[in-house]
């Protein structure tokens, strides 16, 4: 039961609902829609899921789980130092690392591929025998987590 004072507040209050579209969710990054999160960095070397890591990687078991129907593309990139080789090891065992922390947390191994790019996708020149700053090799080591299906959506 209510009575009608409690029942005059309700009908004058303002509430914040936790709705969101999936636009909210997206942004786009090299023309493909990925789920939007910070930028993170593994470890030089690595592919260990870092406290920091998992935080922004539980904002993508989020998002899945309020848009069940997302099929996600992991897509793990490094910069160019090491060998070209090493390099494309690497990033698939970091991708293959995000796909077993988001599985691990409920989300479905069935939605989700894990793709390691090594250093074939730079984003400026920093390519082997190249100088570079240490922020511009650091701009090519970077994980997307592309939205496979978004055009059907």
């Known amino acids: 039961t209510y009575n009608e004072s409690e029942y005059d507040t309700v009908q004058k209050g303002t509430f914040i609902i936790g709705l969101s579209s999936i636009e909210d969710l997206l942004t786009e990054k090299e023309g493909k829609q990925v789920v939007k999160i910070q930028k993170f960095y593994f470890n ?7 406290p920091k890591i998992q935080i ?3 904002k993508v078991v989020d998002a ?5 129907q997302l099929k996600l593309s992991i897509e793990s990139h490094t910069n160019s130092k090491g060998s070209r080789k090493s390099n494309s090891q690497l990033s698939q065992r970091r991708a293959d690392a995000i796909k ?3 599985t691990k947390n409920g989300l479905s191994s069935s939605n989700i591929t894990s793709v390691g790019l090594g250093e074939d996708n730079l984003i400026n020149k920093c ?3 190249v100088y570079c700053l240490e922020f511009l090799h650091n701009q090519n080591e970077r994980t997307n987590i592309v939205v496979a299906n978004f055009e059907e959506l």
């Not at 899945?64 to 069940?68: N, Y």
Request: glycine share 10%; no cysteine.
């Open 100 to 102: 077993s922390y988001l």
């Open 64 to 68: 899945v789980k309020r848009f069940p």
């Open 56 to 58: 922004e990687l539980d």
């Open 127 to 129: 390519a082997d025998g």
């Open 44 to 50: 030089k070397g690595r592919a260990d899921i870092t």
